[in-house]
Structures are given as structure tokens and as C-alpha cells.
């Protein structure tokens, strides 16, 4: 018999919260979209903040094939529900999602990427976010294979880029590619991209900031883990480095397998949103921590692409990357991480999360 995926904790303020075990309650929220003959609905992706806010990216099985939804509550208020394509966030989606359109990426009320035959488009939920989205590509697409920015669409929030012909690449892939992955981050930290002061700065201190609210998440769902949350965000803040601004290079902000793709001649970057200024060692502990979602064997998985990243690499000014500074960005990562299980609404969550935690743990020698 399957098992079934273990309820979030009661929540007063988000009802919604403890429905989303019930299939049948959830399609019946959805059924005034999709009618009453819904063959199945699941989970897909959840954002969550207790006590405020729920959003739930549905999927919806039904004789007509599959389709998506999104439910969302707000403390004190009822469930609201809408339908893909019709996103209130990306109101230009609608009029681009059908005729073959194959959807790509979708996170509802921000960001959307559907290809249409040897065309990307991308949507932006707002007028900044796509400026910056451009530029982005533009000046990662002087130093790395990239896509080409072919279009600008202001009023639609959404830009249109080249398809890349290649493999799409999976974490099965992570340790093989990783040399290459290594030498091609190497050229973008390299880099001297113009304007690079104005961009985000994911250095210690504000990587450990994103960590916060993850830990108030997982601290919610598992209480248990709560005090070790708070332990190993002390380890990390004691031991943190500090860059100053001129130690800050060009960097992905979001390097992973995914994010590149295997292409005819090498690998090529299909994704760079989050370019910002970073030290050298977070890129490359970013793709690492990738492969940590509280799977058995996953850390030692991360410390094997460490080594190959490192070596990969290569030295700069004759010295190799600082492994102490290695780690403590995968262990921040991966803390930075430690909600994934939830998010996906694992039929397994509870261990899941456990066990990357004690990934965080073992990283800080026992935090």
C-alpha cells in the first residue's frame, strides 16, 4: 500500500494548511475551473509562511489531460483559486500559453518560461525584474555560451530568447560535468562585467539572511529540529567570512545542474536571472548543495562535487579556493535548503528534512 504523504501541523490562522492530505477537499476547490470530473489532484509545489500566507501550486488530472492550479490563503481570509494559465501575476501569459506552447518553468505570480518552437519566452512580474533579466543575459552572453536576447517586451513583462539546441541536464549528470562546470564558472568570475556594483550581493551575512526565514519554516513543521536551527545558524554566523567589496566577483547566484545545458559544443548557461557579486567559493558551493535534499548518501555526494569543482577550478594568484570557505557556503546552502522537502510536499518530508539538517551539522563538525 503507497504511503501517505504525512500532514503539515495544525495552523490556526491558514486552514488551508491541514487540507492539503485531502484529495477530495482540494478538488473540490478546483472544480469550478475544471469541471466535476477530476481524475486526480496532487501537491506539486507549496510557499509557505505560518501564520500568514499559503500558496499551493496544484496539479490537476482530468479526461481532458493534465493542468495546473494554484490555491492560496491568506491569515483571516477565505481559499482563493486560479487556474494556469490564467496567472493574475503574469496577466500576458494567457495569450501566449496555448497553441503547442510547452511550459517550461512556472513559479505562480512571478516568473514563467514557455518555449515555442526555436523561441524562450520569459515573464517577469514586474518592469524591474525583466530590465535586470536582460541585462543579465546580455553581459553573461559576452563571457559564456548563453542564449541570445532576440526581443524586449516591455509592455508584456517578458523578454524572448533564443532556443538552445542540447540535452537538458539532470543531477545524475552533476559529478560528470562538474570540470567543465568548474572552468566555465571560473570565466564568469574572471569577468570584468560592466556595472557590476549595482547588482544584489549574496555574500556571507546575506546568504545567512535567506537562511532565517527557511528556519522559521522548518522550525514550524518539525518543532523537534528547532533548537538545532538555532545552533547551527550561531555556527554559521561565528565562523562566517568576511569579503570585502573588492574580493566580490561576476558570479551566477544560482549555479546548478540545472541551469546548464549540454549543448553541441560544451556546456551553456539557459538561466541567468540571479547574477549578482559574490565570493568565488559560492557559486561553486551552490552547484554542490544542489544535490542535498535529504536523501541517504546526499552529503557525501555535495563533498565528492566539492573536490571536483575545487580541483576544476583551478588556482587563483597560485593559490586554490579555500576549502574552509567551501564548506561553510555548502553548509549555508544547504541550510538554505532545508525546506525543499516541504515545499515539494514530500510523502516523506519529516525525514527528509532531518536528515539535511544533520547534512548542516555535519558540515559545521556537530553545530
Given amino acids: 500500500m503507497a504511503r501517505s504523504v504525512v500532514p503539515l501541523p495544525v495552523d490556526p490562522a491558514l486552514p488551508l494548511a491541514a487540507g492539503l492530505v485531502d484529495s477530495n477537499g482540494l478538488a473540490a476547490l478546483v472544480a469550478p475551473w475544471f469541471g466535476p470530473r477530476i481524475d486526480g489532484v496532487r501537491v506539486r509545489y507549496l510557499e509557505y509562511r505560518p501564520g500568514s500566507w499559503l500558496r499551493v501550486q496544484l496539479a490537476v488530472d482530468t479526461p481532458d489531460g493534465a493542468g495546473a492550479a494554484v490555491v492560496q490563503q491568506e491569515a483571516g481570509a477565505a481559499v482563493s483559486v486560479w487556474r494556469y494559465p490564467d496567472d493574475p501575476g503574469l ?25 515555442t518552437g526555436e523561441q524562450v519566452i520569459k515573464f517577469h512580474d514586474d518592469a524591474a525584474s525583466l530590465r535586470q533579466a536582460v541585462l543579465a543575459l546580455e553581459l553573461v552572453g559576452t563571457v559564456l555560451p548563453a542564449p541570445a ?5 516591455e509592455a508584456e513583462r517578458a523578454y524572448v530568447q533564443g532556443a538552445v539546441a542540447g540535452r537538458a541536464l539532470a543531477r ?17 568570475h574572471d569577468a570584468a562585467l560592466a556595472g ?3 547588482w544584489p550581493r549574496p555574500a556571507a551575512v546575506e546568504v545567512l ?34 569579503h570585502a567589496d573588492g574580493a566580490l566577483v561576476a558570479s551566477h547566484g544560482d549555479y546548478n545542474i540545472g541551469q ?86 514530500k510523502k516523506d518530508w519529516p525525514e527528509r528534512t532531518g536528515r539535511t539538517v544533520a547534512a548542516v551539522e555535519a558540515l559545521l563538525g556537530g553545530a
Fill in 172 to 188: 545524475a549528470d552533476a559529478a560528470a560535468v562538474a570540470p567543465a562546470a568548474a572552468a566555465l564558472v571560473r570565466a564568469l
Fill in 91 to 115: 496577466p500576458a501569459l494567457a495569450a501566449h500559453a496555448g497553441g503547442g506552447a510547452d511550459l517550461l518553468a512556472w513559479v505562480p505570480g512571478r516568473r514563467a518560461v514557455l518555449r
Fill in 209 to 242: 539572511e535567506q537562511c532565517a526565514p527557511v528556519a522559521e519554516l522548518v522550525g514550524t513543521v518539525r518543532p523537534d529540529l528547532a533548537p538545532r536551527l538555532v545552533a547551527v545558524l550561531d555556527a554559521l554566523r561565528s565562523s562566517a567570512p568576511f
Fill in 260 to 345: 546548464l545545458l549540454a549543448g553541441a559544443g560544451g556546456l551553456v548557461v539557459v538561466d541567468t536571472d540571479t547574477l549578482c557579486r559574490a565570493p568565488r567559493a559560492f557559486d561553486p558551493a551552490s552547484y554542490a548543495a544542489n544535490v542535498v535534499s535529504g536523501r541517504d548518501g546526499d552529503l557525501e555526494a555535495a563533498l565528492e562535487l566539492l573536490g571536483l569543482l575545487r580541483e576544476g577550478y583551478g588556482e587563483v594568484d597560485g593559490v586554490p579556493l579555500d576549502d574552509g570557505e567551501l564548506r561553510w557556503f555548502l553548509a549555508a546552502v544547504v541550510l538554505r535548503r532545508a525546506d525543499r522537502a516541504v515545499r515539494r510536499f
Fill in 196 to 198: 557590476l556594483d549595482a
Fill in 149 to 153: 536576447v532576440l526581443e524586449v517586451r
